[in-house]
């Protein structure tokens, strides 16, 4: 069981890790420390709901 919840979290921070890419890329050296921490704290609510976000895009295409 633990094993299970273990993947879960590891498969959740991966999709974080991966919404937060593009945001990360574009602004690695685009400014100061403090402007690329705070392009970061923006887009983190976005790409904390990553889950809900798959699940409505996945609702929409067979829908149609």
Same mark, same amino acid.
């Given at each position: 069981? %633990?094993?299970?919840?273990?993947?879960?979290?590891?498969? *959740?921070?991966? %999709?974080?890790?991966?919404?937060?890419?593009?945001?990360?890329?574009?602004?690695?050296?685009?400014?100061?420390?403090?402007?690329?921490?705070?392009?970061?704290?923006?887009?983190?609510?976005?790409?904390?709901?990553?889950?809900?976000?798959? *699940?409505?895009?996945?609702?929409?295409?067979?829908? %149609?």
């Amino acid at each position: 069981m %633990g094993g299970i919840v273990t993947l879960l979290v590891i498969i *959740y921070l991966v %999709g974080i890790g991966v919404v937060l890419a593009p945001t990360v890329h574009g602004e690695w050296n685009a400014g100061t420390a403090s402007e690329f921490f705070q392009s970061i704290l923006q887009q983190l609510p976005v790409a904390a709901a990553w889950p809900v976000t798959l *699940y409505h895009h996945m609702m929409d295409r067979s829908a %149609g």
